[in-house]
């Protein structure tokens, strides 16, 4: 790569930290509690806010991407494009599928608005989706199959690197939180099922996630 390219890289790996370091610190509770404690009538906003800040953020990200990419350190060719794009048309379809199983209104912070809620933590209770029997983060493991399954500039690399490295980060601060929310239940949770990338010996039955479901709302 030349020098100019160098700088350029240089540049987005700054912006991908800015964006996590931002991004990590507005999910936090101790962020979430301060904002509660001084400003409780904008917390029914909080999560919605949040989400357009996310999304606004990643547009300059986007545009550096794109701008300058780098040079094409390879590119998936035959029976090799065809199993990538295979992988990544399964992960598009895990991902719809697993929006049935979750609370989109609550995820995007609609319900919270809707509703003028001001409690700090999520609403919605611990629950398993099929996906959830294989894997703890199901929506990071999709994410990851599309991430690497693409043809490859300097860019993309940079980028799916600190990628994968905050979902790593993040799956491990997220779970802090679902500690806190969900007690020993989601630690005997966190023993049974894989993080980020499922593994056949590491699994729930559907049985057994209906039991720990039944445990977490008696408890």
Avoid: C
């Avoid at 509660?36 to 996310?54: S, T």
Wanted: no cysteine; net charge positive; proline share 5%.
């Amino acid at each position: 790569m030349t020098e100019p390219d160098w700088r350029e890289m240089a540049l987005l790996a700054l912006f991908w930290l800015g964006y996590f370091a931002l991004h990590s610190a507005l999910a936090s509770l101790r962020v979430k509690s301060w904002v509660a404690a001084h400003y409780p009538k904008r917390m029914p906003l909080y999560r919605l806010g949040f989400n357009i800040l996310a999304g606004l953020m990643l547009l300059p990200i986007l545009w550096l991407m794109v701008r300058n990419p780098g040079p094409t350190l390879w590119a998936w060719q035959g029976l090799g494009a065809w199993l990538a794009n295979g992988l990544a048309l399964a992960a598009l379809f895990g991902f719809m599928k697993s929006l049935n199983y979750y609370d989109t209104q609550e995820f995007l912070g609609l319900r919270q608005w809707k509703s003028h809620t001001r409690r700090v933590e999520d609403q919605e209770s611990f629950h398993l989706s099929p996906f959830h029997r294989y894997v703890r983060h199901p929506w990071y493991f999709f994410g990851l199959v599309l991430i690497w399954t693409r043809d490859m500039n300097a860019a993309m690399l940079l980028s799916g690197v600190m990628m994968t490295v905050y979902f790593i980060i993040g799956s491990r601060l997220e779970e802090k939180k679902l500690v806190v929310y969900h007690g020993d239940v989601y630690r005997r949770y966190m023993e049974r099922v894989p993080g980020l990338i499922p593994l056949p010996w590491k699994l729930l039955t559907a049985k057994e996630a209906i039991e720990l479901v039944k445990e977490a709302a008696e408890g």
